[in-house]
């Protein structure tokens, strides 16, 4: 499970169980929320501080498009490179793709350069 969902449950847990036993103990409802708050705050600060960086870390990769050590390929990581894949022997084929005869290389049914200056030198 990663870190970032782990540390989730904690804090919910951590939330839900002081919430639960302070409306039980009939306390006003928004002070069961308030003391459940600052209890769930300051217990995952003072006893979770390495599942708090550890999540800190997990959300930081995620955003920054990293993936988790040992995760497989992303699916559009692998589809992009079959497009590049694509991509390149199409430029292949594109740039190897003259005529027969065209010496020249330029683009088929453009006079060439050799036929522009035998048409000049005509009179």
Do not use: C, N
């Not at 904690?10 to 409802?29: C, D, G, K, S």
């Not at 022997?89 to 020249?104: L, V």
Request: charged share 30%.
């Amino acid at each position: 499970m990663a870190p970032s969902m782990r540390y989730l449950i904690v804090r919910t847990l951590l939330f839900l169980l002081p919430f639960a036993v302070l409306m039980i103990a009939r306390v006003e409802w928004w002070l069961a929320l308030l003391v459940s708050l600052a209890f769930a705050f300051a217990a995952s600060i003072v006893f979770f501080p390495r599942l708090r960086e550890e999540a800190a870390a997990d959300l930081q990769r995620m955003r920054e498009g990293r993936k988790r050590v040992g995760a497989g390929p992303d699916d559009a990581d692998v589809e992009d490179a079959a497009l590049h894949a694509g991509d390149a022997g199409h430029e292949a084929r594109a740039d190897s793709g003259r005529e027969p005869g065209d010496e020249a290389g330029g683009e088929p049914g453009e006079p060439d350069a050799q036929d522009d200056r035998d048409a000049s030198a005509r009179p």
